[in-house]
């Protein structure tokens, strides 16, 4: 099955600055990757998701970054706001399967 | 509002009692999942339905058993309960979308149930 690993698992950023997160995957049949935002007591939220045939999609201050060929995929986030603090997950699924694997988490904190 | 609804939103059980999680979507959702959340292991499927009245086993399901009478609910249960099943579980529905590109899924989540087996 498909393994997503996941780094850095927390990660602290001034107000202002960009926050990376990066992801691997193992299949390389898989070509959907969403990303999840998390606030605390509540459930994961899709922020943004990217198809294998496209290798960077934006949506104002996050984007995605897809390398099929190295098989990871990344999330920017610019100018950083006290809001963005939350956990953010990485996963990917195989054409027409819908069930998502997971990474294991990324806590990121803004500081103001 | 439309979304998924998870009941309880917490519980503590003794080791071998049992419970049900109940998880309804209004969104006519074809497929619904169910995920536990543990520290540093992210989100992993315990069990899912692609329609009513079918389940299917995810990555961990020993322990849970899973029931789709209706589309719109899906429950989890715990017939035995152990300290190793302490966790936060998260129902989630989702449709699909096909382009030509490829298929993507739109997941929701319910706000999950804080689960601790003492």
């Known amino acids: 099955g498909e393994n997503v690993e996941q780094h850095p698992s927390t990660l602290s950023v001034q107000e202002g600055d960009s926050a990376v997160i990066k992801c691997t995957y193992s299949d390389s049949a898989s070509n959907y990757f969403p990303w999840y935002k998390q606030e605390l007591g509540k459930g994961p939220q899709l922020i943004i998701d990217?198809?294998?045939?496209?290798g960077e999609k934006k949506d104002q201050r996050i984007a995605v970054t897809l390398n099929k060929t190295a098989k990871h995929f990344s999330l920017h986030i610019t100018e950083t706001q006290p809001e963005d603090s939350a956990v953010y997950f990485c996963?990917?699924?195989?054409?027409?399967?819908?069930?998502?694997?997971f990474g294991a988490g990324t806590t990121v904190t803004v500081r103001a | 509002n439309a979304g998924v609804t998870q009941t309880p939103k917490f519980r503590v059980l003794k080791t071998g009692q049992s419970m049900t999680l109940l998880c309804a979507q209004d969104?006519?959702?074809?497929?619904m999942y169910w995920y536990r959340q543990d520290p540093g292991m992210g989100l992993r499927l315990i069990h899912y339905s692609v329609g009513e009245g079918t389940t299917a086993k995810g990555e961990v399901p020993d322990g849970y058993n899973v029931s789709r009478l209706k589309k719109q609910n899906f429950l989890l249960g715990l017939e035995s309960a152990a300290p190793s099943q302490t966790s936060v579980y998260f129902c989630?529905?989702?449709?699909?979308?096909?382009?030509?590109?490829?298929?993507?899924?739109?997941?929701?989540f319910g706000s999950g149930t804080r689960l601790t087996v003492v």
């Open positions: 989630a529905s989702s449709y699909s979308v096909i382009a030509g590109t490829g298929t993507s899924y739109g997941y929701t």
């Open positions: 996963a990917a699924s195989e054409s027409n399967d819908y069930k998502l694997s």
């Open positions: 969104m006519n959702h074809e497929y």
């Open positions: 990217i198809r294998s045939n496209v």
